[in-house]
């Protein structure tokens, strides 16, 4: 019980699929007293709120794990995953930015994880984002984390009072679909709670970009993706 009053607490960005997640077991395998955040923003894949709960238990944190009501973002729109109207791509990640970006969302997001951490004495901030799979998503670059984590010590009490500044880790940044998940797989991560599909379905539908890009990576590491899908894309 002391030595688990003693480790230093993380807050983890958990959205419920397989990014998040992973960087919940690297957090872990650090050494972190974890504490999850989850957002419902509306999103047209809400099912990843339910699976997230299922993961905080996993990792036996439920009684530390906030789920947060931002669904202002989808009152906005402006992205297919909080706007019926805008179609879910499933023709490939290209190189412009995908209708499935949501303005600002990463913004928002660790802000607000920003505010949790002040609130509990964490230091450390962790976020699955990553700029290779999702080039085009300006709020996923390796420029813009640097940004926030500048921002987030001039705009808090912690930042401004601590010798030691708040840390924005993305573990995740620089690394493909299939490095996240070989991971993942050594660090045991329960990919079967996880939930990539943007259709937010019981079963994945196998064919948006999302579920191709995780397909491929388990594909990549000779590995079968544990979660049920309605097909499987070539």
Known sequence: MEDQMMK???VIVLSGGLDSTTCMGIAKQRGYDLYPITFFYNQRHNR????AKKIAEYYEVGHQHKVVNVSFLGEIGGSALTDQAIH??????????PSTYVPARNLIFLSLATAYAEVIGAKVIYTGVTAVDYSGYPDCRP???????ETINLATKLGVTSEEKLRIETPLIHLSK???IRIGLDLQVPYELTTS?????EEACGECDSCRLRLKGFEENNAKDPIR??????
Do not use: N, W
């Open 229 to 234: 899908y309605r097909t499987a894309a070539s």
């Open 143 to 149: 420029e813009f984390i640097q940004s926030m984590t």
């Open 8 to 10: 230093e607490k993380a």
């Open 178 to 180: 299939a490095e996240i």
């Open 197 to 201: 599909c943007y259709l937010g379905e």
């Open 48 to 51: 990843e709120v339910e699976q």
């Open 88 to 97: 879910v791509p499933t023709d490939g990640v290209k190189d412009e930015i």
